[in-house]
Nanobody, 126 residues
Framework: QVQLVESGGGLVQAGGSLRLSCAASRRNRYSLYDMGWFRQTPGKEREFVAAISSSGSKTSFTDSVKGRFTISTDNAKNTVYLQMSNLKVEDTAVYYC??????????????????WGQGTQVTVSS
């Protein structure tokens, strides 16, 4: 199991940039996890945004953010980042960091992730 805490959300103008951070605290430092970012707005299903493999060698993104968002990790700091650029009003949501056992199932389904952060609000204004 891993505890996750997101930070970095806020208000930004359309076209601007924002970087989200997710600090991880694992019960077993040798446990391997794939990390993902999801987002959700009221009344809608939680949506996959991006994921990165435990090794950091593979990443994936939902089509709507490709070319605009980047996911990365800093293993020394036990932190995963979501760099968001060219933000759009449609990106407004609560963003959640999530973890699942490395290689388990697919990367894009929320139900496969076992641990979640509390969420951080991102609001993009026009």
């Amino acid at each position: 199991q891993v505890q996750l805490v997101e930070s970095g959300g806020g208000l930004v103008q359309a076209g601007g940039s924002l970087r989200l951070s997710c600090a991880a605290s694992r019960r077993n430092r040798y446990s391997l996890y794939d990390m993902g970012w999801f987002r959700q707005t009221p009344g809608k299903e939680r949506e996959f945004v991006a994921a990165i493999s435990s090794s950091g060698s593979k990443t994936s993104f939902t089509d709507s953010v490709k070319g605009r968002f980047t996911i990365s990790t800093d293993n020394a700091k036990n932190t995963v980042y979501l760099q968001m650029s060219n933000l759009k009003v449609e990106d407004t949501a609560v963003y959640y960091c999530a973890a699942k056992p490395a290689g388990a199932y697919g990367d894009t389904y929320a139900t496969y992730y076992t641990d979640w952060g509390q969420g951080t609000q991102v609001t993009v204004s026009s």
